[in-house]
């Protein structure tokens, strides 16, 4: 899941709107300035899902990216930046020379069927490869995970189970990211107890929910990389060692025989991980590991640690802007 935002005031529509003007010419300026310099860094992004329009920040938990705003900010890489597997980034910022290109990672978090409909037309399109951050919790039936079931609940203005011992209560769209947020917080029994007790709520997981077996394949066919994103998607740092360890291993050796290789980078549920869980995601023989940090990758990065950046809902110009400021703010 993605992070907060509010809503704009009229001042800052009129920035976002001069930015989506001046933001591709300014930031091909400020890039062009960057690559003059040694600086040995790369950029990672996260998608989440790609649909016919790009939802609203605000008030929903995983808003799409439209597919025509997906398509200009992948245009946009593929015309400024490497594009290369999340697994080579390090190494590729780390090679970087005075002049050349930076390196990007495109990411995408979760399990959907959007992946293939959306994104991977899109991607082929532009001969740009992606890593794919899937649970496995859908190669054979349908599932919506417990924000998928929230946001269906209250988009349909259902009562919404309490997560202390209350009353179930509407709860209006502004204040879904409160509520999850709560949730993301609770024990994982008490979560697992709230998403089921959700499908009175939401009614029933659609039946395309998720990515099949089939799904994986196409996206592993067409050279995507497949990394884990944990079988039960629970937030890693508050885990006992017991329960860190089995969210490294249930689900994994499933989901890499589908892919037909080894699962050797790993997407941190949340975006959540620290020291602790990266020595563990090591031990477990994972290589590389990706949060939501919003930081460039240097040489100097904890490899099992490394940034990405949500990319921008509202335009390619501010996409341009969002990467010339993070690769500016890299340390070297
Ligand atoms: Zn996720």
Request: glycine share 8%.
């Amino acid at each position: 899941m993605p992070f907060v935002r509010s809503r704009p005031s009229p001042v800052r529509r009129l920035v976002r709107l001069a930015v989506r003007v001046f933001g591709l010419p300014l930031a091909a300026l400020a890039l062009r300035l960057l690559r003059l310099t040694g600086r040995r860094a790369g950029v990672a992004v996260i998608y989440h899902t790609v649909s016919e329009r790009t939802g609203e920040p605000a008030d929903e938990l995983v808003p799409p990216h439209g597919v025509d705003l997906f398509d200009a900010q992948i245009r946009h890489l593929r015309r400024k930046y490497d594009i290369v597997p999340s697994a080579d980034l390090q190494a590729a910022a780390a090679a970087r020379r005075r002049g050349a290109r930076f390196p990007a990672a495109i990411t995408f978090d979760d399990d959907l069927r959007e992946h293939v409909q959306f994104a991977l037309p899109v991607l082929e399109r532009h001969g740009a490869t992606a890593t794919f951050f899937l649970t496995g919790a859908t190669l054979d039936a349908p599932y919506s995970f417990w924000w998928e079931r929230l946001q269906r609940a209250i988009d349909a203005g259902a009562p919404i189970p309490s997560r202390a011992d209350g009353e179930a209560q509407v709860v209006a769209r502004s204040a879904i990211r409160h509520v999850a947020w709560e949730v993301e917080w609770l024990a994982p029994v008490e979560r697992t107890r709230f998403s089921e007790a959700l499908l009175t709520a939401a009614g029933p997981d659609p039946a395309d929910a998720g990515l099949r077996r089939a799904g994986v394949r196409r996206l592993v066919e067409a050279g995507m990389t497949i990394g884990f994103h944990t079988r039960r998607h629970d937030r890693m740092p508050p885990l006992d060692d017991e329960s860190l360890a089995a969210s490294l291993r249930d689900g994994r050796d499933d989901l890499a025989d589908v892919v037909g290789s080894p699962l050797d980078v790993i997407g941190y549920p949340h975006g959540g991980a620290d020291e602790r869980v990266a020595a563990a995601s090591r031990d477990a023989g994972f290589a590389v590991g990706y949060t939501t940090q919003e930081v460039a990758v240097t040489p100097e990065s904890e490899p099992l640690l490394l940034g990405r950046l949500n990319p921008s809902y509202r335009s390619a110009g501010h996409f341009a802007v969002q990467l010339v400021r993070m690769l500016a703010a890299a340390h070297r």
